[in-house]
């Protein structure tokens, strides 16, 4: 089985994301020994935005790519084949201005592929990436759960629920830290409730496999 830890937080060693993800990985490893695991650090290694040269050598605009055109081809191949080949994700994204962080959205934008994550019908688009199981570490200053203008108002969770289902894959778990910047007995409470969080997917993940194994 692969595994790809990925982290986008841009605080470093105060990131309570970073923290939470490298918690999520290891309880997977220990639930699951031999995952292969694979690390991406997106603020160390940020995928470029994509420009003109990204999709004119996917959507054929060009017979003959420029050189800057294959480049771009290759940094959204890369990404977009380490993503096709890994079973597991472990995704921190921080919300960082109602949304995740740019360098998150970045490396979406680069497996956002036809013919590669998700294919068109006449019925609409049909997800190519599925069977897949994405565990997302949503980490936050403020509370959004618990109030509808909460749920509204993030465009974190219900952005990576609505993109990954478009790619597919319909078994997206949250590990959530949220009210992170309220004070220390709100951020104790909040990690707190983000390891039971961690119990319950990695759980939920072993009795899926057993389940599995006795079918
Ligand atoms: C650039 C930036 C923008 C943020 N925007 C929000 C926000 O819109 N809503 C919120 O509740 N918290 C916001 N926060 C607080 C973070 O969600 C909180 O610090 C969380 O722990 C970030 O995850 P991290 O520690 O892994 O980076 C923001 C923090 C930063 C650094």
Redesign the pocket.
């Known amino acids: 089985m692969k595994l790809l830890h990925i982290d986008s937080?841009?605080?470093g060693a105060?990131?309570?994301?970073?923290q939470l993800t490298a918690e999520v990985v290891a309880a997977w490893v220990a639930a699951h020994p031999g995952t292969e695991v694979d690390y991406l650090d997106l603020v160390a290694n940020a995928p470029s935005h994509l420009d003109s040269n990204s999709i004119a050598v996917k959507t054929g605009l060009q017979a003959a790519p420029s050189e800057a055109q294959r480049r771009e081809n290759a940094i959204s191949e890369e990404l977009v084949s380490q993503f096709l080949a890994t079973d597991v994700l472990v995704i921190?994204a921080?919300?960082?201005?109602?949304s995740i962080p740019t360098q998150l959205k970045a490396w979406i934008d680069r497996l956002a592929q036809i013919g590669r994550t998700v294919k068109y019908t006449d019925k609409g688009p049909v997800g190519l990436a599925g069977g897949k199981t994405v565990i997302v570490v949503s980490?936050?200053?403020?509370v959004?759960s618990t109030s509808e203008g909460g749920q509204a108002t993030e465009h974190q969770e219900s952005y990576l629920k609505v993109i990954f289902g478009f790619f597919g894959i319909t078994d997206v778990r949250f590990v959530r830290?949220e009210g992170?910047?309220m004070g220390e007995a709100p951020k104790a409470a909040a990690l707190a409730a983000a390891r039971a969080d961690i119990t319950a997917v990695v759980g939920q993940a072993a009795n899926q496999d057993q389940a599995a194994l006795a079918a």
């Open positions: 937080s841009i605080l105060n990131s309570v994301s970073r921190g921080p919300l960082y201005n109602f980490s936050r200053g403020g959004y830290a992170v910047a």
